[in-house]
T-cell receptor, first 114, second 113 residues
């Protein structure tokens, strides 16, 4: 149990385009999901906290208009990177909090912006 | 949330126990100790967590000192697949799903044949 999926696992896009990443909790409902970003050889950095049916809470320094988060249901949250640029290339990882308060992570999405 | 201190790297021989230490001297009474690991290019994997009692599951054991200022994650029989970065994180628990995790540098465990 406690499986979280992400789609796509890898995406390459041109500069200026938008990319949507989906995060799904497959066997549990998650009122709260989290989005992280990880650059090479660095640790995970929290970008935002997403609550079902309400606006996401963004960490300091993360542009909410650039990283659009939608948590439309108890099993799905999406992150859209708008007008992507090469500096947005990173490993994006989501997690979902179960009823026991433990966070389970997705496999990650590697974004490369050319 | 309390800050944690872990050694940046450790080696372990395959088949032996891997003991990963973590210091969290400023931990509060309502903060749990969580352990995750991240294998290269994958999302973190939950291992175990505890409040004050020692815990064991199919993956590992967690030993928390009586004063709760430090803990040790034990992988009883390390395999090559256990090579990963191990993160010790303390955070408030108690059913509030909105409590975030703050990742530090972790310990890079290398299991060698």
């Amino acid at each position: 149990g406690a499986v979280v999926s992400q789609h796509p696992s890898r995406v390459i896009c041109k500069s200026g385009t938008s990319v949507k990443i989906e995060c799904r909790s497959l066997d549990f409902q998650a009122t709260t999901m989290f989005w992280y970003r990880q650059f090479p050889k660095q640790s995970l950095m929290l970008m935002a906290t997403s609550n079902e049916g309400s606006k996401a809470t963004y960490e300091q320094g993360v542009e909410k208009d650039k990283f659009l988060i939608n948590h439309a249901s108890l099993t799905l949250s999406t992150l859209t990177v708008t007008s992507a640029h090469p500096e947005d290339s990173s490993f994006y990882i989501c997690s979902a909090a179960s009823i026991t308060d433990t966070q389970y992570f997705g496999p990650g999405t590697r974004l490369t912006v050319l | 949330d309390a800050k944690t201190t872990q050694p940046p790297s450790m080696d372990c021989a395959e088949g032996r126990a891997a003991n990963l230490p973590c210091n969290h001297s400023t931990i509060s009474g309502n903060e749990y100790v969580y352990w995750y690991r991240q294998i290269h290019s994958q999302g973190p994997q939950y291992i175990i967590h505890g409040l004050k009692n020692n815990e064991t599951n199919e993956m590992a054991s967690l030993i928390i000192t009586e004063d709760r200022k430090s803990s040790t994650l034990i992988l009883p029989h390390a395999t090559l697949r256990d090579t990963a970065v191990y993160y010790c994180i303390v955070r408030v628990g108690g059913g509030n799903a909105g409590n975030m995790l703050t990742f530090g540098g972790g310990t890079r465990l290398m299991v060698k044949p």
